[in-house]
T-cell receptor, first 112, second 114 residues
Framework: QKEVEQDPGPLSVPEGAIVSLNCTYS??????FMWYRQYSRKGPELLMY????GNKEDGRFTAQVDKSSKYISLFIRDSQPSDSATYLC???FGRGYQKVTFGTGTKLQVIP | NAGVTQTPKFQVLKTGQSMTLQCAQD?????MSWYRQDPGMGLRLIHY???????DQGEVPNGYNVSRSTTEDFPLRLLSAAPSQTSVYFC?????????????FGNGTRLTVT
């Protein structure tokens, strides 16, 4: 079983829709949770970063972590064609530990 | 600033050949790492370094060597290429070892081994 599981998609939505991207993880020791966005033929770039449970909002993006159910979510409001990319969730242990464990990514297409 | 620069962008090797993937960062980052990305497998850590002269293995280190003689450079060597090493390779760096700064990725090297 992978430590971080993610539905590969692809997910196709019309412009302006609310997008929900989800991951589950198996290791309860994970404390930091991240979402990376990867455009085609590019490296991943950090989109959102949260510690432990709760919500974090940044513009149209909201990251949510529920540690009781080991569930990580990313919501995109008013989705734009420029949001079309692969979204990778990632987790790591506490401060001082190096390894980041990535999900396999969900490919999102926003249709104009 | 250029960020994390990887060369070459594309490479085709024959089985048994060796090569070095180059990675350089100009952000004075302490931590550097190599990942490979394969369909259905996600990003997997090959090797990482927490500073010049210090390297360690990730989860898939077999068939790869690394060294870190300077803060800026972290080359990845394939000793004897195998078709199973066909992948997209990403170099990533982070400002400091023990903090929550994000990973900065290069744009990858796409390697095919025939």
């Amino acid at each position: 079983q992978k430590e971080v599981e993610q539905d590969p998609g692809p997910l196709s939505v019309p412009e302006g829709a609310i997008v929900s991207l989800n991951c589950t993880y198996s290791n309860s020791a994970f404390q930091y949770f991240m979402w990376y966005r990867q455009y085609s033929r590019k490296g991943p770039e950090l989109l959102m970063y949260t510690y432990s449970s709760g919500n974090k909002e940044d513009g149209r993006f909201t990251a949510q972590v529920d540690k009781s159910s080991k569930y990580i979510s990313l919501f995109i409001r008013d989705s734009q064609p420029s949001d079309s990319a692969t979204y990778l969730c990632a987790s790591r242990f506490g401060r001082g530990y190096q390894k980041v464990t990535f999900g396999t990514g969900t490919k999102l297409q926003v249709i104009p | 600033n250029a960020g994390v620069t990887q060369t070459p962008k594309f490479q085709v090797l024959k089985t048994g050949q060796s090569m070095t993937l180059q990675c350089a960062q100009d952000m004075n980052h302490e931590y550097m790492s190599w990942y490979r990305q394969d369909p259905g497998m996600g990003l997997r850590l090959i090797h990482y370094s927490v500073g010049a002269g210090i390297t360690d293995q990730g989860e898939v280190p077999n068939g790869y060597n690394v060294s870190r003689s300077t803060t800026e450079d972290f080359p990845l060597r394939l000793l004897s290429a195998a078709p199973s090493q066909t992948s997209v390779y990403f170099c990533a760096s982070r400002r400091q070892v023990f903090n929550n700064s994000p990973l900065h990725f290069g744009n990858g090297t796409r390697l095919t081994v025939t």
